[in-house]
């Protein structure tokens, strides 16, 4: 039997404009072609720069792994494994918090901004269903923290935790000691009001190496009201002048999934935290190379 399609039914090909800049297609060959040189691979399908193409593509655009595979003739399976491949290169590259840290104590800044967001996912199947369900965003999801700096540039993103996790409770469980971390490089954290009552946790910190006793460590949330108590016009404006400090941190989360693939991730959650990584590093070059055109 003939596995050639009908007459006037083949296959038809168009082209996508990937909105990206030629230096992160050529940072991503170079890497890619590190790695085969380190395996001493000797023939693949693509050249380093048509896997980063595909890559590339498959992150900004998220499309069906088998209609991309098929215009460079490779199936759906190849697709996948070379984006594993490449998001495991560029996850490598991510910088640790600690460096991080470093960096913005260097540069003698004050605040940092942390910050949550829910990654949808698939629904799952077994015990994994329930844990990755967000009550309050009504989906399935992964939620992971960020810190940004004052303008709203990613510098950090966490390991990723079952959907149904609170901010505050993911700030608390990561093994990290996220704000411990920041008091010592003598930064504070200002998020939502997600993560109000977190400044609560320095009361069970009697013996702190910066304050010299009890830890004083200021986390910044805006004020929120309680029963029978509303907020006061005082604490209206500054909330509202809060707002407008914060609201940075989104346009950090709206760069970070401006990658389609996180629309709703198809991958299996093992992976999920190496990807966000990767697109943090690919987020990060983007608009280090947009700030020097500019």
Known sequence: MSQQPAEGFGPISYQVTLPLSRQTLQMVAELIRAHRRRLRSRWRKATPGGQALVVLAVLRHDPRLAH?????????????RWMLEVI??????????????????????????????????????GRTNRA????KHKHHGLVTLALTDENGRLLWVSAVLPGRTA?????????????ERLHAHGLTPAGDKGFHGWHKDVR??????????????????????????????AQKQANAAFAAMRSAVEGGFAALKAWRILDKLRLATRHATTLLRALLVLTQHEQSVRHVHA
Request: proline share 2%.
């Open 167 to 179: 901010d505050i409770t993911a700030a608390r469980r990561l093994r990290l000691r996220l704000r």
């Open 204 to 233: 069970t910190t009697r013996d702190c190496r910066g304050c010299g006793g009890a830890c004083e460590q200021i986390v910044l949330t805006p004020y929120k009201a309680e029963a029978r108590r509303p907020l006061t016009k």
């Open 132 to 135: 990755n369900y967000s009550g």
């Open 68 to 80: 991309l595979g098929a215009g460079m003739g490779v199936s759906a399976a190849t697709v996948r």
């Open 88 to 125: 495991t290169l560029l996850a490598a590259r991510a910088a640790r918090l600690e460096r991080i840290l470093h960096r913005l104590a260097d540069r003698a800044a004050a605040v940092v901004l942390v910050d949550g967001t829910v990654i949808r996912t698939r629904r799952r199947t």
